[in-house]
């Protein structure tokens, strides 16, 4: 069964530098998302990606956050200036199309990320 | 976008059938109703979805009264691999794609 894959598992960096996730979402989907979960809080949306473009954001997903799919497999999540409250688990999901509680959304395993 | 309420939490043991209720009083006439479930430290994993009356799949049930207010998901004869958190999410093909999570149910299983 194909999957959603994301690298890497587990990230620690410090306040100030700049992360990227990525992830490699299912091959014939055409909508991307990034999801986070705060350690013990629910999981809540950033961004949706489609067509090369955000569809919809989040407020959460400020000016330090970015997202690119950089080739034909990769969609990543990039974060300019990481703080402390940056530090959750990072979800990536994707669907076949945007009708989303009717689609199925399939999620990566997460990448943990640390902020010191 | 319908706000659900589920119980916090729910404790079961192995071989018990398990049902989770949610409640969705205002759920609009094109909302369709998604139960997913999280494992920790995992992504969240579509577990089964229904519009109305009950939807059956190799992993559990939905029960949709008429009045479409409530769902209940039902999972068979659950085992302790079954401990997660369960999600149930209402809304409709208008929304721009993002999944709105609550806190869910966190069912544990014990031996």
């Known amino acids: 069964e194909p999957e959603v894959t994301q690298t890497p598992s587990h990230q620690v960096t410090q306040m100030g530098q700049e992360v990227i996730l990525r992830c490699v979402p299912i091959?014939?989907?055409?909508?991307f998302y990034w999801y986070r979960q705060i350690l013990g809080q629910k999981v809540e949306f950033l961004v949706s990606?489609?067509?090369?473009?955000?569809?919809?954001k989040s407020e959460i997903f400020d000016d330090q956050f970015s997202v690119e799919r950089p080739d034909g497999s990769n969609f990543t999540l990039k974060i300019r200036s990481t703080k402390l409250e940056d530090s959750a688990m990072y979800f990536c999901?994707?669907?076949?199309?945007?009708?989303?509680?009717?689609?199925?959304?399939?999620f990566g395993p997460g990448t943990r990320l640390l902020v010191l | 976008l319908a706000k659900t309420t589920q119980p916090i939490s729910m404790d079961s043991y192995e071989g018990q059938e398990v049902n989770i209720t949610c409640s969705h009083n205002?759920?609009?006439?094109?909302?369709?109703i998604t139960w997913y479930q999280q494992f920790p430290s995992q992504g969240p994993r579509f577990i089964i979805q229904?519009?109305?009356t009950k939807v059956t799949n190799e992993v559990a049930s939905l029960f949709i009264p008429a009045d479409r207010k409530s769902s209940t998901l039902s999972l068979p004869r659950v085992s302790l691999s079954d401990t997660a958190v369960y999600y149930c999410?209402?809304?409709?093909?208008?929304?721009?794609?993002?999944?709105?999570f609550g806190k869910g149910t966190k069912l544990s299983v014990k031996p």
């Open positions: 999901a994707s669907s076949r199309r945007l009708a989303e509680y009717q689609e199925t959304q399939y």
């Open positions: 229904g519009y109305k």
């Open positions: 091959s014939n989907h055409l909508y």
């Open positions: 990606f489609y067509n090369n473009e955000i569809s919809e």
């Open positions: 205002n759920i609009a006439t094109n909302d369709y």
């Open positions: 999410l209402v809304g409709d093909e208008g929304s721009q794609g993002n999944l709105i």
